[in-house]
Every structure is written in C-alpha cells, then in structure tokens.
C-alpha cells in the first residue's frame, strides 16, 4: 500500500524488539515510524473491558504481555504517547505533528 502512495497506520500488540525491527525493515527507510503507547501496567489493567488482564492473572490465559510474558520496550521510537497522562486529543496531535514534521501530510 505504501507502494502506491497510501498512508498506512496500523495497531499490533508487539513485545518484542526484535519483532518490531523485522517490521521495519520491509519498508523502506523512513516509511516506518513506530509509536509506542506508553501506559503503566496498573492502568492497562483497569482500563481492561475485555477481563483479558483478569483472565491472564488467574492463569487461564497463558504468555499474556506484562503477566507472564515480557514486554522489551521500544529503545529509540519515533514518538512516545503516555497514554495515561496525555488526553486523546492531545495523542492525535502527537502523531499529526509527527507526519506533519516527517512530510507525510502538510
């Protein structure tokens, strides 16, 4: 889709850097822009809709990210949200600020 001029965003529970690092290296250099939604543990938790974290927890969900799977934080991303502290407004801004920035859109 980039190929063809398309802007492509896209959400992926990845945990590992190692992961992530393949994703960017299918893109060519500077396509790629990992935003990396930051939020305590606790908060994902009481945010949790699904009972997903509650399930995991109680061992009925196995490997879950931050239970009883890591999760390797992104080293150099291009843009950190504290999606506990930064309303959702201010987070959109973030990011059309960084594709204002980048000359993805004016």
Known sequence: MTEAGVI???AFISPFRDDRGAARKLVP????????CKCPLEVCESR???GLYKRARAGEISFFTGIDSIYEEPIKPELTIETHIQSLEESINS????????GVIQ
């Open 48 to 50: 949790d809709t699904k």
């Open 95 to 102: 990011v059309i600020m960084l594709l204002r920035d980048r």
């Open 8 to 10: 492509v965003l896209t």
């Open 29 to 36: 250099h500077g396509d790629f822009m990992e935003i990396y």
